[in-house]
Every structure is written in structure tokens, then in C-alpha cells.
């Protein structure tokens, strides 16, 4: 298999399906839903047992691989979703419920699982950070899940399968001498074990944001605060609809996970609440710097007000002395003085001075915390 399949390809414009084109079809309509992030559709095709493994590269215009015997196993991961006549003839030949090929078209579901009988059909987020733009990917992956096979669907390449094909691909790797409900574990645990790279992104983005409110606090400093907390958000509410797909899968309502898995199972929703655990403690940082944030603001516009309301007081008393010798009286102190109008500057200026010998002595005009 050609080196870097699975790395994600170069797009020059995201296109993406509007939800009013779905609007009035009837259900099970195939429609794309979501943005287009893969030109072509491309599939692996990997057929093993203990004994035997096979694996291919193909393309939609070669023959999809046939339902296989009950003692060897084919997982088929697709990967692009543009093509929704293929996508329609695959689900004929595996016998897929038009609803599981709506679901699969429709990326923006959250997390689910859902026994059709024949097949258990799971939907799952999955998440990267980018540490470069600081933003959150996101991305849905289809399982359908059968008596002998799994086939997998996403809208482009993103490598979170690749450690599961290195362990079917070693010979003797107890993964190969399973039954397939151990393959939808190994997926599944995948997709969970990135949201902890997840999550060490937004830790690692949140912990100079703590340092940077202390110091020298900034509109695009809460800007920063504002878009990580939306990240965590965003992932918190991923987080919830995944722990229910799981704890589902572990009471034993679905036919298709044995009891050799559930245990496997638990462990990937420990995992689940791990996570969720430490993304609170990352909404709690970022919750105490907007508080430090906003705390700072107002203690710097307290502070601002506080020096104007000096500098008004400073000039209160001038105010004041001339407001008293513009009066027109008839008989006023120092109207027929020489220096009288000195004199009341004099007295102003005095005033003033004393008032910011006052003030300084206070700190009251420093507009940094005197404290």
C-alpha cells in the first residue's frame, strides 16, 4: 500500500451541502450534508483471519470486495463521501438500511449508535487540534458493524486508523485472532484516544493565557479566552453522546459485542471520563483567566476614573476663586489691589499644589494598582 494514505489532502475551497436541499425528500434520500473535503472517493480494503491477510487499495471504478466466509473477516474503510451513487450500490451490496446511508452522508451528527437487525451502525466525532491556528477539526466517522465484517466512512484521510492496520498487518497479533467485534473496539478506542491529544492542545494553548491576564491583560488576549473556551465547549458536547454510545454498548443491549469485549469496552469509557474530567479542568483555567481578565479591566478603569476625578479636584478650587471674583459686586476684596489679580492666581496655583502634594502623597495619580 502506497505510503501516506491516510494523510489528509491538500483542498483549495471546502464545499459544502446545504440542509435545504434535503428539505421535502422523502427519508433515506442520499444526500451529501457537510462539507466536501476529498475530490474522489478512495477505499482499503483488508480481508484477514489468523492465518491469512489481505490488503488493497481501490478506487470506485474498480469492484467493491464480496461478503467473505464466516471464518475470515474484511473491514472496508472509505474515506471521501462525494460519490453518493457508489456509496448507494455499496450499501445494496452489504444490504445497509437506507437510513444508515443517509446518516453516513449527513456529517454533522453527533455520536449514536443504532441495531438494525443485521448490522449495529455507530457514528462517532472525531477531533484534531491545530496548534499552528489554534482552532478545532472535527470530523464524523461512520462504523457499521456486522456478523464478519466493519466498514468504516469519513470525509478525508486522518491517519486515526493507521496503528489499528499496523497490528492487523503483524503476523501473530492477537488482534487477527479475534472475532470482529474486537476490531470495532480497536477503531472506536482510536477515535477516543485522540481526543486526549485533544486535549493536551487546548492545555497547552490555555497556560500561557493564565500569564498573560496577570501581566499585561488585551482585547486579543480575550479573544484567545473566548475561542478556547468554544473549543472545550464544543467538545464537551461530543463528549456526552459518546459516553451514552458506550455505556449502551456495555449493559449488553447490542448483540454484536461479546462478553470477551465489554471489559475492553469500559476501559474505552473510563477513557471517556478522563477526558471529560480534564477538559473541565481546562474550562476551569480558562474560566478563572476571563475573571482575572475582566477583574483587571474594571480595576484599570477604576483607576483611570479615580485620576480624572483628581484632576477635576485640582481644578475645583480655581474654578471656585474665580467663580467668587467674577461676581459683580460693588465692594469685593482686592478689586482696587494693584497685584489683585495675581494674587488670586496665586492663590489658585497654591491650592492646586497643595491638593496634588495630597494626592501623590496618596498615590491616588498613579493609574497602575498602588497596591
Given at each position: 500500500?502506497?505510503?501516506?494514505?491516510?494523510?489528509?489532502?491538500?483542498?483549495?475551497?471546502?464545499?459544502?451541502?446545504?440542509?435545504?436541499?434535503?428539505?421535502?425528500?422523502?427519508?433515506?434520500?442520499?444526500?451529501?450534508?457537510g462539507e466536501i473535503r476529498a475530490d474522489h472517493t478512495t477505499l482499503t480494503s483488508i480481508s484477514y483471519d489468523s492465518a491469512h491477510f489481505t490488503e488493497k487499495l481501490l478506487s470506485t471504478v474498480e469492484p467493491t470486495p464480496q461478503r467473505v466466509g464466516p471464518h475470515e473477516f474484511t473491514w472496508l474503510d472509505v474515506r471521501g463521501l462525494r460519490d453518493v451513487t457508489w456509496l448507494?450500490?455499496?450499501?445494496?451490496?452489504?444490504?445497509?438500511?437506507?437510513?444508515?446511508?443517509?446518516?453516513?452522508?449527513?456529517?454533522?451528527?453527533?455520536?449514536?449508535?443504532?441495531?438494525?437487525?443485521?448490522?449495529?451502525?455507530?457514528?462517532?466525532?472525531?477531533?484534531?487540534?491545530?496548534?499552528?491556528?489554534?482552532?478545532?477539526?472535527?470530523?464524523?466517522?461512520?462504523?457499521?458493524?456486522?456478523?464478519?465484517?466493519?466498514?468504516?466512512?469519513?470525509?478525508?484521510?486522518?491517519?486515526?486508523?493507521?496503528?489499528?492496520?499496523?497490528?492487523?498487518?503483524?503476523p501473530g497479533t492477537p488482534l487477527r485472532n479475534k472475532p470482529i467485534d474486537h476490531l470495532a473496539h480497536a477503531l472506536i478506542d482510536s477515535i477516543v484516544d485522540r481526543y486526549f491529544l485533544v486535549v493536551e492542545g487546548l492545555d497547552t494553548a490555555a497556560a500561557p493565557v493564565e500569564d498573560a491576564v496577570l501581566t499585561h491583560p488585551t482585547p486579543a488576549i480575550l479573544r484567545t479566552?473566548?475561542?478556547?473556551?468554544?473549543?472545550?465547549?464544543?467538545?464537551?458536547?461530543?463528549?456526552?453522546?459518546?459516553?451514552?454510545?458506550?455505556?449502551?454498548?456495555?449493559?449488553?443491549?447490542?448483540?454484536?459485542?461479546?462478553?470477551?469485549?465489554?471489559?475492553?469496552?469500559?476501559?474505552?469509557?473510563?477513557?471517556?471520563?478522563?477526558?471529560?474530567?480534564?477538559?473541565?479542568?481546562?474550562?476551569?483555567?480558562?474560566?478563572?483567566?476571563?475573571?482575572?481578565?475582566?477583574?483587571?479591566?474594571?480595576?484599570?478603569?477604576?483607576?483611570?476614573?479615580?485620576?480624572?476625578?483628581?484632576?477635576?479636584?485640582?481644578?475645583?478650587?480655581?474654578?471656585?476663586?474665580?467663580?467668587?471674583?467674577?461676581?459683580?459686586?460693588?465692594?469685593?476684596?482686592?478689586?482696587?489691589?494693584?497685584?489683585?489679580?495675581?494674587?488670586?492666581?496665586?492663590?489658585?496655583?497654591?491650592?492646586?499644589?497643595?491638593?496634588?502634594?495630597?494626592?501623590?502623597?496618596?498615590?491616588?495619580?498613579?493609574?497602575?494598582?498602588?497596591?
Open positions: 500500500m502506497p505510503k501516506g494514505q491516510d494523510e489528509p489532502p491538500r483542498m483549495k475551497k471546502r464545499r459544502s451541502t446545504s440542509h435545504s436541499r434535503k428539505a421535502g425528500l422523502p427519508p433515506g434520500t442520499l444526500v451529501h450534508i448507494g450500490n455499496l450499501g445494496k451490496q452489504f444490504n445497509l438500511h437506507p437510513l444508515i446511508l443517509e446518516d453516513i452522508l449527513n456529517t454533522h451528527q453527533r455520536s449514536k449508535v443504532e441495531d438494525y437487525g443485521d448490522v449495529l451502525f455507530c457514528v462517532v466525532r472525531l477531533f484534531a487540534w491545530d496548534a499552528t491556528s489554534q482552532s478545532l477539526e472535527s470530523d464524523q466517522i461512520s462504523l457499521v458493524l456486522g456478523r464478519n465484517f466493519v466498514l468504516s466512512f469519513q470525509e478525508r484521510s486522518t491517519g486515526v486508523f493507521e496503528p489499528v492496520r499496523e497490528r492487523l498487518r503483524a479566552i473566548n475561542g478556547l473556551r468554544h473549543e472545550v465547549q464544543t467538545i464537551r458536547r461530543a463528549i456526552t453522546p459518546l459516553r451514552e454510545v458506550l455505556m449502551t454498548l456495555n449493559r449488553g443491549e447490542s448483540r454484536f459485542f461479546g462478553d470477551e469485549v465489554r471489559p475492553y469496552l469500559r476501559d474505552v469509557l473510563d477513557h471517556t471520563m478522563h477526558v471529560q474530567e480534564d477538559l473541565d479542568s481546562v474550562r476551569d483555567v480558562l474560566s478563572g483567566a476571563l475573571e482575572i481578565y475582566l477583574s483587571s479591566v474594571s480595576n484599570r478603569l477604576n483607576l483611570e476614573v479615580r485620576v480624572l476625578a483628581v484632576l477635576t479636584t485640582l481644578f475645583l478650587p480655581a474654578t471656585l476663586i474665580a467663580g467668587v471674583f467674577g461676581m459683580n459686586f460693588q465692594d469685593m476684596p482686592w478689586r482696587d489691589v494693584h497685584d489683585g489679580f495675581w494674587l488670586a492666581i496665586s492663590l489658585m496655583a497654591v491650592t492646586a499644589t497643595v491638593l496634588a502634594a495630597i494626592f501623590w502623597r496618596r498615590k491616588w495619580l498613579k493609574t497602575d494598582d498602588p497596591n
